[in-house]
């Protein structure tokens, strides 16, 4: 290795020459993939961005420096190699380039590995995915293994797909909104900001650009977009990080349906330039009430059948207390039915099993089976068959469509812990019965969610997307306005939520009407939102918009377990940066500039 910095351009990427360029001098540079002595002829992989290209050194062919250097090379080794492409003697099907190579001329060592590497860089090494806290601790080598750099190519395809969309083929704009604002309740907990030249004052980061992005279509500006960083000081999860990004789109002068229509457009693009997978539009569409009817989530996967089914009228009044209490006392008994119910064992579905615990981690008590015999009757605890009258017995096998050899679950209890228990004994059999096949895609919109919901907690109604969606006009209209659905869709896919959105409320006094519902006073709402309040007064068009979560879209399209996959510097779930040790102390000085001060207990060593 030199004694002396050099900066060498390279003439080609190592996965970018082609048979094409058989013959040509070449000069590619990148890290050692893995190398390799063949009683005395050099071999060795070079990957960079764009691929990986396998070098010979043959002794006969050069310098013996050249072959003393290139047998010094180990792994992540920095190297820049000039020689002749050629056609490989013994191609490898396994990779892009495996029919070509390049006969070394010269090696030159750039930079060497001085440390242990923590895990393989290398595909053709990797025995197991290394630990994700060491990947994240490691972050600079993870990324340039090359499923990660994999995973950063596709987002960056996306987000390029996604403008080239916006603006060339539906004239948006992008704008930037500012990331230092006001602090504003509803929503989860803010990530707030000290002000030092206005002491005792604080920014909060936005967890979206929402008010902004309404103020604009009140400036006129018609068709907004904006990838758009957020923050979010909440528990995280595989799927959430406290800072995202979001596609925020906002327009004027279109109704749901035309703004659903262009984001399926858009959908669409997506799949079929990113995963070469053709989709068939309109997207199906389901209301929320049906969704949480039939499937216990507002955000279903409709890969797969097996449909909730209310047994409650079949059941009321029976013998069986669990079931005949629980309609007694408001609440319902909801079944799945189980084609071929012979797959899953009693072990399963009784107290303990697998499946049965699924219902009780959703907060239900149990779970209670019946299996249909071969001659119709059914085969139950003694409890339940003995607490079902023969004609009960006859509704619930009409009520849910049970033939001979079907297994059905029931749930009882209220209505919200039944839904929140079946969906997931549903999402379990759905992936355990393999009822999900490769290649399956499944796109809805979920409609007509409820404008509001109450919280038990602090004795009031809260928005159950934010309080600046609109009421459907005949709910308004009703006057029932606490029971008013909003205008409001969500966009599903396989069973995960991508995105969502609502038409806005553009007038002053249905807005101030919102805010009182959700217990805000006058002077609260002048106060915190007198801005967004002041601009309705100056003649706010007819409004729409949607956010798509791009981290949680890219990583469903790159298949990656968790968004931590599809994010170049993410935090762990504890909110920390394991690479940086962010968020850290600072220096005392800087607190007192900040007229602040930290009652945080010192942490123990």
């Given at each position: 290795?030199?004694?002396?910095?050099?900066?060498?351009?390279?003439?080609?990427?190592?996965?970018?020459?082609?048979?094409?360029?058989?013959?040509?001098?070449?000069?590619?540079?990148?890290?050692?993939?893995?190398?390799?002595?063949?009683?005395?002829?050099?071999?060795?992989?070079?990957?960079?961005?764009?691929?990986?290209?396998?070098?010979?050194?043959?002794?006969?062919?050069?310098?013996?420096?050249?072959?003393?250097?290139?047998?010094?090379?180990?792994?992540?080794?920095?190297?820049?190699?000039?020689?002749?492409?050629?056609?490989?003697?013994?191609?490898?099907?396994?990779?892009?380039?495996?029919?070509?190579?390049?006969?070394?001329?010269?090696?030159?060592?750039?930079?060497?590995?001085?440390?242990?590497?923590?895990?393989?860089?290398?595909?053709?090494?990797?025995?197991?995915?290394?630990?994700?806290?060491?990947?994240?601790?490691?972050?600079?080598?993870?990324?340039?293994?090359?499923?990660?750099?994999?995973?950063?190519?596709?987002?960056?395809?996306?987000?390029?797909?996604?403008?080239?969309?916006?603006?060339?083929?539906?004239?948006?704009?992008?704008?930037?909104?500012?990331?230092?604002?006001?602090?504003?309740?509803?929503?989860?907990?803010?990530?707030?900001?000290?002000?030092?030249?206005?002491?005792?004052?604080?920014?909060?980061?936005?967890?979206?650009?929402?008010?902004?992005?309404?103020?604009?279509?009140?400036?006129?500006?018609?068709?907004?977009?904006?990838?758009?960083?957020?923050?979010?000081?909440?528990?995280?999860?595989?799927?959430?990080?406290?800072?995202?990004?979001?596609?925020?789109?906002?327009?004027?002068?279109?109704?749901?349906?035309?703004?659903?229509?262009?984001?399926?457009?858009?959908?669409?693009?997506?799949?079929?330039?990113?995963?070469?997978?053709?989709?068939?539009?309109?997207?199906?569409?389901?209301?929320?009430?049906?969704?949480?009817?039939?499937?216990?989530?507002?955000?279903?996967?409709?890969?797969?059948?097996?449909?909730?089914?209310?047994?409650?009228?079949?059941?009321?009044?029976?013998?069986?207390?669990?079931?005949?209490?629980?309609?007694?006392?408001?609440?319902?008994?909801?079944?799945?039915?189980?084609?071929?119910?012979?797959?899953?064992?009693?072990?399963?579905?009784?107290?303990?099993?697998?499946?049965?615990?699924?219902?009780?981690?959703?907060?239900?008590?149990?779970?209670?089976?019946?299996?249909?015999?071969?001659?119709?009757?059914?085969?139950?605890?003694?409890?339940?068959?003995?607490?079902?009258?023969?004609?009960?017995?006859?509704?619930?096998?009409?009520?849910?469509?049970?033939?001979?050899?079907?297994?059905?679950?029931?749930?009882?209890?209220?209505?919200?812990?039944?839904?929140?228990?079946?969906?997931?004994?549903?999402?379990?059999?759905?992936?355990?019965?393999?009822?999900?096949?490769?290649?399956?895609?499944?796109?809805?919109?979920?409609?007509?969610?409820?404008?509001?919901?109450?919280?038990?907690?602090?004795?009031?109604y809260q928005a159950i997307h934010h309080p600046f969606t609109a009421p459907r006009p005949d709910d308004w209209a009703s006057g029932d306005y606490v029971n008013a659905?909003?205008?409001?869709?969500?966009?599903?896919?396989?069973?995960?939520?991508?995105?969502?959105?609502?038409?806005?409320?553009?007038?002053?006094?249905?807005?101030?009407?919102?805010?009182?519902?959700?217990?805000?006073?006058?002077?609260?709402?002048?106060?915190?939102?007198?801005?967004?309040?002041?601009?309705?007064?100056?003649?706010?068009?007819?409004?729409?918009?949607?956010?798509?979560?791009?981290?949680?879209?890219?990583?469903?399209?790159?298949?990656?377990?968790?968004?931590?996959?599809?994010?170049?510097?993410?935090?762990?779930?504890?909110?920390?940066?394991?690479?940086t040790g962010a968020p850290a102390a600072v220096a005392d000085k800087q607190l007192v500039e900040l007229s602040i001060a930290s009652t945080a207990p010192p942490k123990q060593n």
């Open positions: 290795m030199s004694s002396q910095l050099t900066w060498p351009s390279r003439s080609h990427g190592c996965g970018a020459v082609t048979t094409a360029d058989i013959g040509s001098k070449v000069t590619i540079c990148g890290w050692v993939d893995r190398n390799r002595d063949m009683g005395g002829v050099q071999f060795f992989d070079v990957r960079d961005h764009s691929g990986l290209l396998q070098v010979i050194c043959e002794p006969q062919s050069v310098a013996p420096e050249v072959s003393r250097t290139a047998s010094r090379l180990r792994n992540e080794y920095v190297v820049c190699v000039k020689g002749v492409l050629r056609a490989r003697k013994d191609p490898n099907p396994k990779i892009p380039t495996g029919q070509l190579e390049v006969l070394a001329e010269s090696v030159d060592i750039l930079n060497v590995v001085t440390r242990s590497l923590p895990f393989p860089i290398s595909e053709a090494e990797e025995q197991e995915p290394p630990k994700e806290d060491t990947r994240l601790k490691n972050r600079v080598l993870d990324l340039r293994r090359p499923k990660m750099a994999a995973n950063l190519r596709l987002r960056h395809k996306l987000l390029r797909l996604i403008r080239t969309f916006l603006e060339d083929r539906h004239g948006f704009m992008e704008v930037e909104t500012p990331i230092l604002t006001r602090s504003t309740p509803e929503g989860a907990r803010d990530y707030l900001v000290p002000s030092r030249v206005q002491p005792g004052e604080w920014y909060a980061l936005p967890q979206s650009p929402q008010l902004f992005k309404q103020m604009l279509m009140v400036a006129g500006m018609d068709r907004y977009y904006q990838i758009a960083r957020c923050f979010r000081d909440e528990d995280l999860r595989a799927d959430r990080q406290p800072e995202f990004t979001q596609l925020d789109i906002e327009v004027s002068f279109m109704d749901d349906k035309a703004l659903q229509s262009l984001m399926e457009e858009l959908v669409l693009q997506v799949f079929d330039q990113i995963l070469g997978v053709t989709l068939a539009a309109p997207f199906r569409r389901i209301s929320y009430a049906e969704a949480m009817d039939k499937y216990g989530s507002d955000k279903p996967d409709l890969r797969y059948g097996l449909e909730f089914v209310d047994v409650s009228p079949a059941v009321a009044g029976c013998g069986f207390k669990v079931f005949a209490g629980a309609v007694a006392d408001g609440g319902v008994v909801k079944a799945i039915r189980v084609p071929d119910g012979k797959r899953i064992s009693n072990t399963r579905i009784k107290p303990k099993g697998d499946i049965a615990n699924e219902a009780v981690a959703a907060g239900a008590a149990g779970l209670a089976s019946i299996r249909v015999a071969a001659d119709g009757s059914l085969d139950a605890a003694k409890a339940i068959k003995e607490g079902l009258s023969p004609e009960q017995a006859a509704q619930l096998m009409a009520a849910t469509g049970a033939q001979p050899g079907d297994l059905l679950l029931l749930a009882a209890g209220p209505r919200d812990t039944v839904h929140r228990a079946l969906d997931r004994v549903r999402q379990l059999l759905g992936r355990d019965l393999g009822l999900i096949k490769p290649g399956d895609h499944s796109l809805l919109w979920v409609v007509d969610f409820p404008m509001f919901e109450f919280n038990p907690e602090e004795g009031r659905r909003a205008l409001a869709y969500d966009l599903v896919y396989n069973g995960v939520e991508i995105g969502g959105g609502s038409l806005r409320i553009y007038r002053r006094d249905i807005q101030q009407k919102v805010f009182e519902l959700i217990g805000l006073t006058p002077a609260e709402a002048q106060s915190k939102f007198g801005y967004l309040l002041d601009c309705f007064e100056y003649g706010a068009p007819p409004h729409g918009g949607l956010a798509f979560g791009l981290d949680r879209l890219a990583m469903l399209l790159a298949g990656a377990p968790s968004i931590r996959d599809v994010i170049a510097f993410p935090k762990t779930t504890q909110a920390q940066c394991a690479l």
